[in-house]
């Protein structure tokens, strides 16, 4: 079925009510194990189609914020949503007390019940206003980002068309382009400032109505991890900082020379060459048609699956006024197919769309056809992040069919920008882990610790005394840290994962395939230490580790210069 054609209806609490009373009362009088988990199974499929729902709404209206219908129904989701939760978290409940967990745990696996332990801790009915409250904020705040349009050369953009004039060979026009960019942030500034607010003490006192000092433990249930915890995540940072920082710094200093700067400023950092980074070569249509090409030519399990995506109309990447800003992979369960939303601006990022989000739709598109409970389709998120970053450099052979003469500084221009995000990532990290620590902190304040954490993960930068950012508030336009509280360590834990299966593909492209497809057949049966051992590779917390990854890339760079 394709997009256009899936048809969307509301769902319906009452009629999900019933539902769950109806399943509650199978599992609790069931005589054996066989009976919960058909009654379970059953739950499940209603589970998917509500979610199928949900999604078929949020992806419509971030297509066009502007419709009504749409925004009507993903305000009334976001107000229904946290009772659809509750409702979801009495059956799992009900399963974690059966007297016959042991059968359960054999024929269901012990992370299901590890995963449902977690996720019912993430809610009770006492938060429920809490978090009705914020959806809210979160959609306000969407909404808002979404309608920014800047003057720029005579003509109204959309944020996202701005993108290509930050990257600008003509240092002056760059300039102009992150001054032109702050200057819509500026003009919201206490919009932006309440609406941030409100969310970290909202989630707070989420936190203490659970029971936490804060948010920070609810918030690491609610991103489902089950293998690590602050401690870990905080050794990984602190490697960061100390062996993959002083890298990055050399990557900087010889991008400052490549330019021909005497110092690089935030309007230099984005821009890896003089002459310009590389640009995909042709229009949106040419880069969709090269990735349909490309994955025809990965593999039998790629070509089957970039079909089923481009014949399904189930991606939409253009720009276009009242689309929302950003980037994202969700699926539609009951159809078992993923959706991808983008927003193509003519920079290489339109080919990472085709490789990111691809890798983040093939884990899913394959998951979903192995029969897993929904709660088992998908992994923790840091596992989901290594599907689609590894998809970056794996699809590495064919990225000549978008950049043609200018392959090379593609390939060497993404490999140092992956380089250079890792320490951006965990000062976002970071940052998130002190705004939950300190919920009573001004504007004033939060900015103060960002440009803190600027020194020690990113002290080549330099804000040139530039409105906006030179006052700290450049966390602001990272939707992450508004929308999606602590997730964003997943990434950086993720590109190490990733670096290291591109490099084992240096030596042994089939190899490297085949734990790719490990890794990603597998979907949520297995933790994301389960998933990093079964592909044969290193978790990003091991002692070490970054030391090692980071030795090896450097190793490339050299060998590989443009």
Request: aromatic letters at 12%.
């Amino acid at each position: 079925m394709k997009f256009h054609e899936m048809p969307y209806q509301r769902p319906e609490l009452d009629a999900f009510r019933r539902k769950t009373e109806d399943v509650l009362s199978r599992i609790r009088s069931a005589g054996s194990a066989r009976e919960q988990i058909d009654a379970y199974r059953n739950f499940d499929q209603t589970r998917m189609e509500i979610d199928t729902q949900i999604s078929l709404a949020y992806v419509r209206h971030t297509i066009d914020t502007r419709d009504s219908f749409y925004e009507t129904e993903n305000d009334f989701l976001d107000e229904i949503g946290p009772s659809f939760q509750e409702l979801g978290r009495q059956v799992d409940l009900a399963l974690l007390d059966s007297k016959f967990r042991p059968a359960l745990e054999e024929e269901l696996g012990k992370k299901l019940f590890t995963d449902l332990e977690i996720s019912v801790r993430t809610m009770k009915p006492e938060i429920l206003e809490l978090m009705q409250e914020e959806n809210r904020l979160q959609s306000e705040y969407q909404k808002l980002y979404a309608s920014a349009l800047v003057e720029w050369q005579g003509e109204k953009l959309p944020l996202p068309k701005l993108g290509p004039f930050l990257q600008d060979p003509d240092r002056s026009v760059r300039k102009a382009a992150w001054e032109t960019r702050a200057l819509w942030f500026d003009s919201h500034r206490e919009e932006l400032d309440r609406l941030y607010d409100q969310l970290v003490k909202n989630r707070d006192a989420q936190g203490k109505a659970m029971g936490y000092e804060n948010y920070i433990p609810l918030g690491y249930d609610r991103l489902g991890r089950n293998c690590w915890g602050p401690e870990e995540c905080a050794a990984f940072r602190d490697q960061i900082a100390q062996d993959m920082v002083p890298i990055v710094a050399r990557v900087k200093r010889d991008q400052e020379k490549r330019l021909g700067v005497e110092k690089l400023r935030l309007y230099d950092d984005a821009l890896l060459f003089p002459d310009g980074n590389a640009k995909p070569q042709g229009s949106s249509e040419d880069i969709l048609a090269a990735g349909r090409e490309m994955y025809h030519a990965l593999s039998g399990e790629t070509r089957e699956f970039i079909d089923f995506l481009y014949d399904g109309e189930l991606l939409d990447v253009l720009s276009k006024e009242g689309k929302a800003p950003g980037g994202y992979c969700t699926n539609f369960s009951i159809y078992k197919a993923p959706f991808i939303f983008s927003n193509f601006n003519g920079t290489s990022g339109d080919v990472d769309v085709l490789t990111h989000e691809a890798g983040h739709a093939f884990a899913d598109y394959r998951a979903a056809r192995k029969g897993y409970l929904s709660a088992l389709k998908s992994p923790t998120i840091e596992a989901c992040e290594c599907h689609s970053m590894s998809m970056e450099f794996l699809t590495a052979p064919w990225h000549e069919k978008f950049f043609g003469p200018l392959t090379r500084k593609y390939e060497i221009g993404h490999c140092e920008d992956a380089l250079i995000f890792i320490p951006y990532g965990c000062m976002v990290d970071e940052f998130q882990h002190q705004m939950y620590e300190n919920p009573s902190l001004t504007p004033e304040e939060r900015n103060g610790i960002w440009l803190e954490l600027e020194k020690k993960y990113r002290p080549w930068m330099d804000y040139d005394n530039l409105p906006f950012y030179s006052r700290g508030a450049l966390w602001q336009q990272q939707l992450h840290i508004y929308l999606y509280p602590l997730y964003y360590i997943d990434y950086c834990m993720a590109q190490t994962v990733a670096f290291q299966l591109w490099m084992a593909s240096l030596e042994d492209r089939a190899d490297a395939w085949a734990r790719y497809l490990r890794f990603v057949d597998a979907g949520g049966a297995q933790t994301f230490e389960g998933l990093v051992q079964t592909a044969g590779l290193r978790l990003p917390y091991d002692p070490g580790c970054v030391r090692a990854v980071g030795e090896k890339i450097s190793r490339w760079l050299d060998e590989n210069p443009l």
